[in-house]
């Protein structure tokens, strides 16, 4: 029994350790994500990404030319983002299609606990009404799940969807935590201004599921 409770354990163990794994560029970059940074849901996913997404200065190599989209970095004049979340890395970018559509990219990373919250919380803040739902981000290969917040003041609608990525299954925060958050405004239709994000986000992310 001792035998068998050992081999499951190194089981457990070891698909920890391969999915931790960083492959390269030719066969991507695995991680786990999930919708809330404090406990495990029913939305869990592992992702596999074209780029090295895991905490470390590497997160600004994200390209500025992502299929269609041409970003560009937007300087860091909010300084209460480093004064009160204190990011390990922190990148803003803005980026925009040959149609004109735009859309904001955030990333920040960090082992802090304090270094997160629900970015609706801002707007909250702010004055703006949200509403938040799970939203399904289909790649082309299976598909994993953001969270949506709509945010709406006087004329402005914002659609935002974010998410957690953890090196592995253990979630461990001395290895460091990636929220990744896009930002667009409404376009035609909420619809519409989904799939924007989620052609910008299939550009990033080649596969996901339960496991890879």
């Not at 399904?136 to 402005?156: C, H, I, M, N, S």
């Not at 989620?198 to 080649?206: A, E, G, T, V």
């Amino acid at each position: 029994m001792l035998a068998l409770a050992l081999a499951v354990m190194l089981g457990l163990f070891g698909r920890d350790v391969i999915q931790s794994r960083v492959f390269g560029q030719e066969r991507g970059y695995t991680f786990l994500t999930d919708i809330d940074r404090w406990r495990k849901t029913q939305r869990e996913r592992v992702v596999r990404a074209r780029y090295d997404l895991s905490l470390g200065p590497q997160l600004h190599d994200l390209p500025l030319e992502i299929g269609e989209w041409k970003g560009e970095d937007v300087p860091q004049d909010n300084i209460e983002v480093q004064i009160l979340l204190e990011p390990e890395e922190y990148v803003y970018r803005r980026y925009r299609r040959a149609d004109g559509k735009i859309l904001w990219l955030s990333i920040i990373g960090s082992r802090q606990s304090k270094s997160f919250h629900p970015p609706q919380i801002c707007y909250d803040a702010a004055g703006w009404a949200t509403e938040i739902a799970s939203e399904e981000v289909r790649l082309d290969k299976g598909a994993f799940y953001a969270l949506k917040v709509g945010a709406k003041k006087d004329a402005w609608t914002h659609i935002v969807l974010y998410f957690f990525l953890y090196p592995d299954y253990l979630r461990d925060q001395s290895k460091g935590v990636v929220l990744f958050k896009v930002t667009a405004p409404l376009g035609v239709s909420e619809e519409e201004t989904l799939e924007l994000e989620k052609d910008f986000l299939r550009q990033i992310f080649l596969e996901a599921g339960e496991h890879l």
